[in-house]
């Protein structure tokens, strides 16, 4: 049985985790109240798991957390949507990092060509950093959920 329920999150203690069972064996989680993901598939030493960190900058591998009780390791996570903007984890190290959240704006139509078409492009120019537990308002700020 397929189900979806909000859960408290295992990493920040907050209750805006989303929780949502894919198909018996895979069950993922996304948690609002600090912005990290995992899914069950997500242990040291699983292809899935090599898959994801492979590409990762060295910035998520850093901030990587590993729930003791289950094992799974929870990831920062990343929006890029052309037409909003982009949410990312963003700093030097562990210790000082922030969510870097960075609207879109609309290409002008004699532009689009530079862009290889696209009608949007992330503005850094608008970035705002904004503390862990404060992803909601990163995704509010561009455009995700309701200010």
């Known amino acids: 049985m397929k189900y979806d329920e909000i859960v408290n999150c295992p990493k920040s203690g907050g ?3 989303y929780r949502i069972e ?3 064996d895979i069950t993922n989680y996304m948690s609002l109240s600090c912005g990290f993901w995992t899914n069950t598939l997500m242990k040291v030493g ?3 798991y090599n898959q994801q960190v492979s590409s990762l900058p060295e910035i998520y591998k850093d901030l990587a957390w590993t729930d003791p009780k289950t094992d799974l390791v929870w990831l920062p996570n990343t929006i890029n949507l052309p037409e909003q903007g982009m949410l990312f984890a963003s700093g030097p ?3 000082n990092w922030a969510w870097g959240a960075v609207k879109a704006v609309e290409i002008p139509e004699e532009d689009r060509e530079k862009y290889k078409g696209q009608s949007h ?3 850094m120019s608008t970035i705002q950093y904004f503390k862990e537990r404060d ?3 990163a995704l509010s700020y561009i455009g995700i959920l309701p200010s």
């Open 15 to 17: 209750d805006l985790c």
């Open 22 to 24: 894919v198909n018996k």
């Open 46 to 48: 699983t292809e899935f």
């Open 93 to 95: 190290d562990k210790d």
């Open 121 to 123: 492009r992330a503005d």
């Open 135 to 137: 992803y909601i308002d």
